[in-house]
T-cell receptor, first 113, second 113 residues
Framework: DAGVTQSPTHLIKTRGQQVTLRCSPI?????VSWYQQVLGQGPQFIFQ???????GRGNFPDRFSARQFPNYSSELNVNALLLGDSALYLC???FGLGDYEQYFGPGTRLTVT | QKEVEQNSGPLSVPEGAIASLNCTYS??????FFWYRQYSGKSPELIMF????GDKEDGRFTAQLNKASQYVSLLIRDSQPSDSATYLC?????????????FGAGTQVVVTP
């Protein structure tokens, strides 16, 4: 079975621009979470979606938004990019909410110049 | 106090020896605990999860959980050069977003031939 997929793999944007990152979960998984990982740190939680509804939001500004589609895929949008948004953005897939195992996709490396 | 704490390392381990990684967490209500392995430039890969006090073994890996002490550890037996990576400890939160993962900063393991 295919794992979690993310696109694009790499992205270079300029400050002030907007970016959309995409994620497809493992087949049968209904929950998608987004994490940001900067160099030298563990991933930080951004959003959690389950059955197309936002079920959790981390401590990120309103420039960050996301949604989940009927096929359980998800998009993460970031507006008005800042240099500090440069990071590895990870999508994690799980069967449901709560204490289920979460499996990560390969990530999208975003560089803001 | 950080929610999940790990020694950053690097932890240098001779090939064939046992690597011992430690993690402490602050959320006393946490129920699920995960170990991820992350190679440089790659996304985290789930290698172990544990929900109950005690030991859980999977191949060369053993996870140990002590909820009373808020402590979880990972042992890697017969360490191989391919085990050289950063190991992330993650704990599910019980407040805010149910099931969101809180990560430590990771312990870098270097297995020397």
């Amino acid at each position: 079975d295919a794992g979690v997929t993310q696109s694009p793999t790499h992205l270079i944007k300029t400050r002030g621009q907007q970016v959309t990152l995409r994620c497809s979960p493992i087949s049968g998984h209904k929950s998608v979470s987004w994490y940001q990982q900067v160099l030298g740190q563990g991933p930080q939680f951004i959003f959690q979606y389950y059955e197309k509804e936002e079920r959790g939001r981390g401590n990120f500004p309103d420039r960050f938004s996301a949604r989940q589609f009927p096929n359980y895929s998800s998009e993460l949008n970031v507006n008005a990019l800042l240099l500090g948004d440069s990071a590895l953005y990870l999508c994690a897939s799980s069967f449901g909410l709560g204490d289920y195992e979460q499996y990560f996709g390969p990530g999208t490396r975003l560089t803001v110049t | 106090q950080k929610e999940v704490e790990q020694n950053s390392g690097p932890l240098s381990v001779p090939e064939g020896a046992i690597a011992s990684l430690n993690c402490t967490y602050s959320d006393r209500g946490s129920q699920s605990f995960f170990w991820y392995r992350q190679y440089s430039g790659k996304s985290p890969e789930l290698i172990m999860f544990i929900y109950s006090n005690g030991d859980k073994e999977d191949g060369r890996f053993t996870a140990q959980l002590n909820k009373a002490s808020q402590y979880v550890s990972l042992l890697i037996r017969d360490s191989q050069p391919s085990d050289s990576a950063t190991y992330l400890c993650a704990v599910t939160a019980t407040t805010d977003s149910w099931g969101k993962l809180q990560f430590g900063a990771g312990t870098q393991v270097v297995v020397t031939p």
